[in-house]
């Protein structure tokens, strides 16, 4: 059961990303990430969870397996949840609580980001990006 919701939550992931213009590979075991996804402008390297509570837990040994791979691929590691009543929520590793020898996300962790802000559309981000912010 816990596989398949997380496999949905990939699925659907996925078909967010290339509705924006992404180009994205989802790899299959996990390994190292979940997706690959890049537009030529925004390169992510994503691990994806999915929960039914209000916090999960992200081991220590993702973390390094996520942040490792990104910086070697030279994209940017993202933390996916999907919290199943409250929607999606992104995280950047570097921003997670750690608590013990875990890291911790819940519906109460103020620096997530959007959708939006993960693929670079929020209008902010593209001032910045042209040079305008």
């Known amino acids: 059961m816990r596989y398949r919701r997380g496999a949905s939550a990939e699925r659907e992931l996925i078909k967010m990303l290339e509705k924006a213009g992404f180009a994205v590979v989802r ?22 969870k999915s929960t039914h509570g209000e916090k999960l837990y992200f081991s220590q040994e993702d973390y390094e397996k996520l942040t490792a791979f990104a910086e070697r691929f030279g994209g940017k590691a993202v933390i996916a949840v999907k919290f199943i009543n409250n929607g999606w929520r992104f995280f950047y590793p570097e921003n997670l609580e750690k608590g013990g020898k875990n890291y911790k996300v819940s519906l109460q962790t103020r620096n997530y980001l959007t959708f939006d802000e993960v693929v670079g559309r929020q209008r902010f981000l593209e001032g910045v990006i042209k040079g305008e912010g």
């Open 27 to 48: 790899s299959a075991g996990s390994k190292k990430v979940d997706i690959i996804a890049g537009n030529g402008r925004v390169y992510l390297c994503i691990e994806v």
